[in-house]
């Protein structure tokens, strides 16, 4: 944990950046970590925020938590003022002989707490909705996924990863793998926080549209409120009730 004093201190040695994760919901969380509460993690990253430097905040999938944690999780994330520069989703990979690998052995197959791909796909597609100027970046478990699998993710919302061959306590996928396998997609490299400048035009773009849009039919529902209520008689000369002419 740090506090507003120690954060100031870091940002003053020229720290940038500083990785504190959520992990999982609100609700969920007791179930996984006992050591720290929820609040204190959400207090160190409002003090980092506060002293200007971006905060790295994610969380980890596949638990044991449910679609509904899913959406507690996304809801702590995007409530924080600022968002999260940097949003890291990791698919959990359990360690044979740790209590939560032993506790998702015992689970029924059919059990809603066995994370599925689809659900991974669901929580950063809602992330990147929620947080548009977030970088998410797929980093533990993604060598567990097949190339489309890891493909779909970008598309849902992914825009960086991390790689190379070894994280801290699992395997990854390597440099070189990676380099190849973008390529193969068309996927290009971006320059650090040039995504900034970019989602802020397109913000922009997007709201001049959206005042467009509103003047168009505030217009339109101002002509239509004047035009006259007049039958339309087809060429038989058959009245329609009802009908309205253009005049």
């Known amino acids: 944990m740090v506090d507003e004093k120690q954060a100031k201190s870091l940002a003053e040695s020229g720290l940038t950046a500083y990785n504190h994760n959520i992990d999982t919901s609100r609700e969920y969380y007791k179930h996984v970590i006992s050591t720290r509460n929820y609040d204190d993690r959400l207090k160190t990253i409002k003090n980092v925020q506060k002293a200007g430097i971006k905060a ?7 638990l044991g938590e449910t679609d509904e944690d899913h959406v507690g999780f996304l809801y702590t994330l995007s409530n924080m003022d600022p968002h999260p520069e940097s949003l890291p989703i990791n698919r959990l990979i359990a360690i044979k002989g740790t209590p939560i690998e032993e506790e998702l052995s015992k689970l029924p197959k059919n059990s809603k ?25 797929f980093a533990a478990g993604r060598y567990t996924m097949k190339e489309n699998e890891q493909m779909m993710c970008f598309m849902a919302g992914v825009n960086a990863i991390f790689t190379g061959e070894k994280m801290l306590t699992t395997m990854c996928n390597g440099w070189d793998e990676d380099k190849e396998m973008l390529a193969r997609w068309g996927l290009r490299p971006m320059k650090s926080f040039s995504h900034i400048k970019h989602v802020s035009v397109l913000e922009k773009q997007m709201a001049e549209k959206a005042k467009e849009n509103a003047e168009y039919m505030e217009k339109a529902v101002a002509e239509e409120q004047y035009a006259p209520n007049v039958t ?8 329609v009730s009802g009908s309205r002419a253009q005049v």
């Not at 707490?113 to 970046?137: G, N, Y």
């Not at 339309?232 to 009245?239: G, H, K, L, T």
């Open 232 to 239: 339309a008689v087809p060429e038989n000369d058959a009245p």
């Open 56 to 62: 790295c905040t994610g969380g980890i999938l596949g």
């Open 113 to 137: 707490r066995h994370l599925k791909f689809e659900a991974i796909l669901r929580t950063i597609a809602t992330a990147r909705i929620l947080m548009p100027e977030s970088i998410i970046r």
